[in-house]
């Protein structure tokens, strides 16, 4: 393995960690529960919040996009788990992927 693949490796295991630690924080000691619908609420419940929500997704889908172009380029397979992947898990864990 290549530095940079070191260096993406070790990003994604955050991206995959870090996230997640919140979410099951909330899961486990939330009176409220873990819907999109309540993620969504609470991304945008304050200024603050909504700005770092509507940042991650208007980032998002240009980095998908170019995501989706290189995975095609580089002819890898499993196109539609990445994709999945970014919202099902962590936008943080699949880009460095």
Do not use: C
């Amino acid at each position: 393995m290549t530095r940079l693949m070191i260096f993406y490796l070790v990003f994604a295991i955050m991206g995959l960690v870090v996230p997640w630690y919140f979410n099951i924080q909330h899961i486990l000691y939330s009176t409220v529960p873990f819907t999109m619908m309540e993620y969504f609420r609470q991304g945008t419940a304050t200024p603050l919040a909504a700005s770092i929500t509507f940042d991650f997704f208007i980032g998002t889908i240009p980095a998908m996009v170019w995501m989706i172009l290189e995975i095609r380029k580089q002819k890898m397979k499993f196109l539609r788990l990445y994709i999945l992947g970014t919202f099902a898990i962590a936008f943080a864990f699949v880009y460095p992927m």
